[in-house]
């Protein structure tokens, strides 16, 4: 069992979706200092019907490319993830959701912190996509086998969103959802 003491903080950078903190740490006798990625908890939702789900084409500055998602959305200070939730289903793809189940709760990674909330929500009702300024999505329904073959062949990459997927899939056919 570790001995560790955080003996200060301080921020180092802040952005809209993301800060850097700087920890002076002791543990087991040593003192050091660790850098820590601290970025707003985002929700990940997969919308489905009838075996297909709703994905994203979204551009992604980042990759500077479209990018295969499932729909994902920042959860803002004080904010609930349940609510988060249906506002991003509503404002990227134009869905409500009668029926929400609660998948998961997941670190993105153990050395940064960044929590990720896992919806699946079904009895989808269709309306109009409310994208903010910057976005750039583009909405299809495909079927789950289809989607799993994105995963495979390398078309679908985003890490987060194939753990989703995947989980989505073991817990439909153990039925569960």
């Known amino acids: 069992m570790s001995d560790t003491k955080i003996l200060s903080t301080k921020t180092v950078y ?87 189940d609660k998948l998961a709760v997941w670190n993105l990674a153990g050395n940064m912190d960044i929590t990720l909330h896992l919806f699946a929500a079904t009895d989808l009702e269709e309306g109009e996509q409310q994208l903010d300024f910057e976005e750039d999505i583009e909405i299809q329904k495909i079927p789950l086998e289809k989607i799993l073959g994105k995963i495979e062949n390398g078309e679908f990459t985003t890490a987060t969103h194939i753990a989703a997927l995947l989980l989505f899939d073991k817990l439909r056919k153990e039925g569960k959802l």
């Open 14 to 100: 802040t952005s809209r979706y993301f800060k850097v903190l700087q920890k002076l740490i002791k543990r087991n006798g040593k003192t050091f200092t660790k850098d820590i990625i601290h970025r707003n908890a985002s929700v990940l939702i997969i919308p489905y019907v009838n075996n297909e789900i709703y994905i994203e084409s979204n551009y992604r500055d980042a990759l500077e490319k479209m990018n295969l998602e499932i729909v994902q959305g920042t959860i803002e200070e004080g904010d609930d993830p349940f609510e988060t939730a249906k506002r991003e289903l509503q404002e990227e793809v134009g869905l409500t959701a009668k029926k929400w």
